[in-house]
């Protein structure tokens, strides 16, 4: 059963920085895209910044030269660098991984349970 553990998250005061990591385990033969996205009170959940297998990199632009995500394949774990916080990033930031189970042939995307980041001002 695939689980995604995501840490990190917590309250900082504005111009500070978190790290978040998302783990993925069980059964997992590959993974594609990884990302992480972002849900505010009242508002949609939006995309923050995903990474393909490939390397490639694309991020919301509200967040584009403070924040960074980056992988690690060996322990299929995704990060998240934010710095330069402000106040509306606060939100509950989910992991999200699209993979391929053993004995599977196509990719599957799978969520995280989230991890609350609050920015105070």
């Known amino acids: 059963q695939v689980q995604l553990v995501e840490s990190g998250g917590g309250l900082v005061q504005a111009g500070g920085s978190l790290k978040l990591s998302c783990a993925a385990s069980?059964?997992?033969?590959?993974?594609?895209?990884m990302g992480w996205y972002r849900q505010a009170p009242g508002k949609q959940r939006e995309l923050v910044a995903r990474?393909?297998?490939?390397?490639?990199?694309n991020y919301t632009d509200s967040v584009k030269g403070r924040f960074t995500i980056s992988r690690d394949n060996a322990k299929n774990t995704v990060y998240l660098q934010m710095n330069s916080l402000k106040p509306e990033d606060t939100a509950v930031y989910y992991c999200?991984?699209?993979?391929?189970?053993?004995?599977?042939?196509?990719?599957?995307?799978?969520w995280g349970k989230g991890t609350l980041v609050t920015v105070s001002s």
């Open positions: 069980g059964g997992i033969f590959s993974i594609n895209a």
């Open positions: 999200n991984v699209n993979l391929v189970l053993y004995g599977y042939y196509s990719g599957k995307d799978y």
């Open positions: 990474i393909t297998g490939g390397g490639g990199i």
